[in-house]
């Protein structure tokens, strides 16, 4: 008499092989979605801090005078005239604004170590700001956050 249906010893087999490749394919995905976050992490923070050191070379590049920190002082704020409108950059909550303007890094990212050098000869002329901050993604991953630092020197256009 012949049984239709599958003997426990294939079952078992069976089972086994399913549970090998569950085990493979959830270790892909695991790994797919520490890629992705590694990845959005690290963008974010580039990104949101190569936007922030262009508007800065921008409006420097803009401005007149620096009002604040005085020459050869250093400070969290930066304070220019530009077109006759004085403009202030500053930390707020680990976020960087610009008044007039708003909030320049993004809500994924998160500004530290702002500080705000302001070089130069006395003369008004090659007034220069050295700008250095820490651009912190707020996206977790496995390693911690990504955390990248930025430093560039900036100076007034010439006031001739």
């Known amino acids: 008499m012949k049984r239709k249906g599958f003997s426990l010893i294939e079952l078992l087999l069976y089972i086994g092989l399913l549970a090998v490749i569950l ?5 892909i995905f695991l790994l797919i979605v520490d890629l992705q976050l590694e990845t959005e992490s690290f963008s974010g923070a580039a990104q949101d801090g190569q936007y922030v050191l262009s ?8 401005g007149k005078t620096i009002s ?3 020459l050869g002082g250093s400070g969290g704020s930066l ?9 202030q950059y500053y930390l707020q909550n680990d976020n960087l604004f610009v008044n007039p303007g708003g909030q320049l890094n993004s809500y994924q990212t998160k500004v530290s170590d702002l500080l705000f050098t302001h070089l130069g000869n006395g003369t008004g002329e090659e007034d220069t700001v050295r700008i ?9 991953r496995r390693a ?4 990248q630092g930025f430093q560039t020197a ?5 006031q001739l």
Do not use: C, H, W
């Open 23 to 27: 085990t493979a394919m959830t270790n």
């Open 55 to 62: 508007r800065l070379k921008y409006d420097l590049s803009q």
């Open 68 to 70: 604040s920190p005085a």
């Open 79 to 87: 304070t220019i005239l530009i077109n006759g409108v004085s403009y």
């Open 132 to 140: 250095n901050f820490t651009v912190t993604s707020r996206t977790i």
């Open 144 to 147: 911690g956050a990504e955390a």
């Open 154 to 158: 900036v100076g007034l256009r010439s």
